[in-house]
């Protein structure tokens, strides 16, 4: 695990669990003792009010609160459906479950363990072969509606490991099955880009890309976006969109380095902190006899803290890669050149795995996701016979990155 994704899971863990609620309580008293059924019937009611952010406090202020098997799983059923109090609170009382475990979630488990100890072992076909006969048994178990998100989880890394051991075609058909609403749908796109671009599916590749520019994303792509295109452009010989690139590159630069996104629409084109960035702006509120308005204020400012210092990072990341870029892109567009050098700094992996994109999608944004991931490019390739030995030593995509983080990063747990 690279120590820029640690540093990723910890500063979630600390937002998430360092809680600024339970300072407030402590400063004002004690606070209110609350049993389960009242927990779950609190939660409840402030979903149904949309007051997502009361929510939230109220399960990071009585997180230790003892719950029975079925008051863990009534609340864990709303936070699937509706995970708008953030993935980290839904991931970590996934990991809550850990008392309730026993038969198939069990066994569930152990084997998710085994395939990913296999993956980091470079046994790919191995690996892939566990990931297959765990989704299996959790689409058997029952309560798939409850537990999608652990079965796109695991074909996910039945996609990694054909793409890992070199079968891209098949990898690329795999990552088809994931829907939009997995809520790492974008980092799918992303990786379904370049497992069809190495299996020659340019069409597609292209298609995939251009998907990622759209205005859902709120303009924000990653350096890595440009790459593919150079490649897929260059081996087309399309050189006239190759300079478009070009401009875009430029475009995107100028916009960061004039600091045109602000942090709303920077955390709302990121899958894994849209939510944080709805709850930093959310006015909705009910009283409750269990939260304070100051606990909740306090929480809202704890997330802006957050997000401001996450922009921070992607943007120093985003011009340091976007360079590299730009250097590459200018060596491709020369078209004396008959062979593009491996360009071993892009994809980075720290890069790569920063971008978290495993958003659920927000109120009215269903329409835009109707259209992601349904691209498909129509152009033609544009080489002349003299020109179609050009030979291209394509990177290795997100193999690399892949191979140093294991393949699920203990997302979501077993079904109960």
Known sequence: MTNAWLSFVLSLCVLGFTSLNQRAAAESGAATAISGPQLVEEFSRLMKKRDYLSARVLLKQYWSVQLTRAQWKAIRKQLHF?????????????SKAIAFRAGVGAQIDLKIQQGDQLFKQKKYKEAFAIYMATANLVKKRGGFSENRYLYYDLVTGMARSLYASG???????????????????????????????????????????????????????????????IYVYKKLCRDQDLSRVLLLVDKFRKRLEENEFSVQQWASSDWEIMPLANLSVQERYSKSAWISEAAREQEKQSILNFLKKRYDSDRTDFLAN??????????????????????????????????????????????????IGNKFFLGKSQCKKSESNVHLIVPQGPVEFLSSVGTRSGVFSAPQ
């Open 322 to 371: 976007l360079t590299k870029v730009t250097v590459y892109a200018k060596m491709a567009f020369d078209l004396s050149s008959k062979e593009l050098p491996r360009l071993r700094e892009l994809p980075d992996p720290a890069t790569l795995i920063r971008q978290r994109l495993e958003m659920w999608p927000i109120d009215g944004s269903e329409d835009w996701l109707d259209e």
């Open 167 to 229: 079968d891209f075609y098949r990898a690329y058909r795999l990552y088809l099955w994931i829907p939009p609403i997995y809520p790492r749908y974008r980092q799918i796109l992303f990786e379904r880009t370049w497992a069809s671009f190495r299996a020659g599916e340019l069409e597609h590749a292209l298609g995939d890309l251009i998907a990622q520019y759209s205005p859902y994303f709120n303009g924000v792509v990653n350096p890595e976006i440009f790459l593919v295109q």
């Open 82 to 94: 509706e995970p708008k109090v953030g993935w980290e609170i839904v991931r970590s009382w996934d």
